[in-house]
């Protein structure tokens, strides 16, 4: 093999070794579960949320009543932007939007384990919030 063709292919093998990496970190992320790319870091008071937000907390921690009927029905977490649990792990809840025709895009969603997550943006980005701040 010339020496000329021995430097073309190291970029090549550059590459390829490079394409591995990437696919062998997305198969170990994946295998974990570390792929929540919906849930943005640290947690959020539920005093900094908008006045629904708390009005709905306190809605759920009743028992309701609820005021739209899909509210306390199982969130399937499809996108994967939640942790990974068990199907029925996850409850949504209705944050009522002032002046919208229809539920809007705010909910609040809750764990078995008593976590409470809010999405201001109907399921692209979460917040863990903590509901006793």
Known sequence: MS????????PQIALIALAAALALGYAINAVRGEHHTGLQSGTVALSSLPAQASDTVHLIEAGGPFPYP?????????????????????????VPTPGSADRGARRIITGKNGEYYYTPDHYETFRRVDVTR
Do not use: I
């Open 70 to 94: 899909q509210d306390g029905v199982v969130f399937n977490n499809a996108e994967r932007r939640l942790p990974d649990e068990p199907r029925g792990y996850y409850r949504e809840y209705t």
């Open 3 to 10: 020496r000329r063709s021995r430097r073309l292919r190291r």
